[in-house]
């Protein structure tokens, strides 16, 4: 990934007379599996994995001092991933909206767009204020994904072993809040039948089947 080093300047205030312009979270659906290709996994695998999220392109903080603006302890270090949540001026801001507190609205990383400089800042009623620090900050481009969303869905197909002539599986269904299932269903196919199998809208082509792996084509995905 491309690393972004900041330059050295003073501090400077700025009237807050430009209030923030929020940025909103992208909405997306993902698969994780290829359609009509050969592929293999070990019992207790995802075969498929299909699901919604919200995202927004991001920064990962890759080295950060600790330090205080406007009084204000700094409150990412090495490793947080902020996404890109609003605009000031030229500045773009990346910053965790749900960390707004009392005496102030927003504090984050700024990126200067017109000469790529880099800042901590912090937005409250005394303005928006940018920081130097003796140290600087390293980042670098990455990706911000919320799964937990009012609008988000998670759906597997997990592999489950083989006892004769019969496949196990097991389908997981999670909705908005993705810590735990929705739903949850044992499935189990007879191959003496077909050995394609469905569900949801799912079809699998099983190549082989053992008590330790299987191998398969996805046919079609989840239908919606």
Same mark, same amino acid.
């Given at each position: 990934m491309?690393k972004?080093?900041?330059?050295?300047?003073?501090?400077?205030?700025?009237?807050?007379?430009?209030?923030?312009?929020?940025?909103a979270l992208?909405h997306r659906t993902?698969?994780i599996?290829?359609?009509?290709?050969?592929?293999?996994k070990?019992?207790g695998?995802?075969?498929?994995l299909k699901g919604?999220?919200d995202?927004q392109e991001?920064?990962?903080?890759?080295?950060?001092?600790?330090?205080?603006?406007?009084t204000v302890q700094f409150?990412?270090t090495?490793?947080?991933?902020?996404?890109?949540?609003?605009?000031?001026?030229?500045?773009?801001?990346y910053?965790?909206k749900s960390r707004?507190q009392?005496?102030y609205?927003?504090?984050?990383?700024?990126?200067?767009k017109?000469n790529?400089?880099?800042?901590?800042f912090?937005s409250?009623?005394a303005?928006?204020?940018?920081?130097d620090l003796k140290? $600087?900050?390293?980042?670098?481009?990455? *990706? /911000?994904s919320?799964t937990?969303c009012?609008?988000? %869905?998670?759906k597997e197909?997990? =592999?489950?072993?083989?006892?004769?002539? $019969?496949?196990?599986?097991?389908?997981? *269904? /999670?909705?908005?809040d993705?810590?735990?299932p929705? %739903?949850n269903q044992?499935?189990q =196919?007879?191959?003496?039948?077909?050995?394609t199998i469905?569900?949801?809208?799912?079809?699998?082509?099983i190549?082989?089947?053992t008590n330790?792996?299987?191998?398969?084509?996805?046919?079609?995905?989840?239908?919606?």
């Amino acid at each position: 990934m491309r690393k972004i080093i900041t330059f050295l300047l003073p501090l400077f205030i700025v009237s807050c007379a430009t209030p923030i312009k929020s940025i909103a979270l992208k909405h997306r659906t993902y698969l994780i599996t290829e359609l009509n290709q050969p592929l293999k996994k070990e019992i207790g695998d995802k075969l498929i994995l299909k699901g919604e999220e919200d995202y927004q392109e991001a920064i990962k903080i890759v080295q950060i001092q600790n330090f205080s603006i406007s009084t204000v302890q700094f409150p990412y270090t090495s490793n947080d991933i902020l996404p890109y949540s609003g605009v000031y001026n030229d500045w773009d801001l990346y910053y965790d909206k749900s960390r707004i507190q009392t005496n102030y609205d927003h504090i984050g990383i700024a990126i200067n767009k017109k000469n790529s400089q880099i800042k901590p800042f912090i937005s409250s009623l005394a303005g928006f204020t940018t920081k130097d620090l003796k140290e $600087n900050i390293e980042i670098e481009k990455t *990706e /911000f994904s919320e799964t937990n969303c009012k609008f988000c %869905f998670k759906k597997e197909f997990i =592999y489950n072993g083989k006892v004769g002539n $019969n496949v196990k599986f097991i389908y997981r *269904e /999670f909705i908005n809040d993705m810590a735990r299932p929705a %739903f949850n269903q044992d499935l189990q =196919y007879d191959l003496a039948e077909s050995n394609t199998i469905g569900f949801k809208g799912l079809r699998i082509e099983i190549l082989k089947a053992t008590n330790t792996s299987i191998e398969y084509k996805i046919l079609s995905d989840f239908a919606n």
